[in-house]
C-alpha cells in the first residue's frame, strides 16, 4: 500500500512542476502578515417601551439608538520577498502564503497584483 502511494505521489510530482513553471504570473513570498485594528462607531437599535400611563393600558415604545465603539480589521501590514529584496505593504485582505505580483514598468517600480 505504501509503495502504491509512493508511486503515485511521485507521478502526480511532474505535473506539479511543470504547472507551477508554466505559470507565466510571477509571486512574492509572504515573510510576514500582522492585523492592523482600528475603532468603528456601531449604532444599536433597540425598542424601549415605558409603563403603561394611560387607561388602557398600552405601553408608550420608541425605538432607541445605542452607540459603542468596536474593535475591528481594517487591513494587514505584510513583509514580502521577491527577487531578493523584502518590502513592505497594507493590504486590505490577509495575504496568504504569496501573493501575485505585476512585472515592473518603466519606473523599474515592482507592484502587488
Do not use: F
Not at 11 to 21: F, G, I, Q, S
Not at 22 to 45: H, K, L, M, N, Q
Not at 86 to 113: H, I
Request: aromatic fraction near 8%; proline fraction near 8%.
Amino acid at each position: 500500500m505504501n509503495k502504491i502511494l509512493a508511486l503515485l505521489s511521485l507521478a502526480c510530482l511532474p505535473m506539479t512542476v511543470l504547472h507551477a513553471a508554466d505559470d507565466p504570473r510571477p509571486y512574492a513570498e509572504v515573510i510576514s502578515s500582522r492585523p492592523v485594528y482600528g475603532e468603528v462607531r456601531v449604532a444599536e437599535r433597540h425598542r424601549q417601551c415605558d409603563a403603561p400611563e394611560d387607561v388602557a393600558g398600552t405601553p408608550s415604545c420608541r425605538t432607541v439608538t445605542a452607540w459603542r465603539m468596536e474593535q475591528r480589521v481594517e487591513g494587514y501590514d505584510v513583509l514580502y520577498h521577491y527577487d531578493g529584496r523584502v518590502y513592505g505593504t497594507r493590504l486590505p485582505y490577509e495575504p496568504g502564503e504569496r501573493l501575485p505580483v505585476r512585472n515592473r514598468g518603466r519606473s523599474g517600480a515592482m507592484r502587488l497584483q
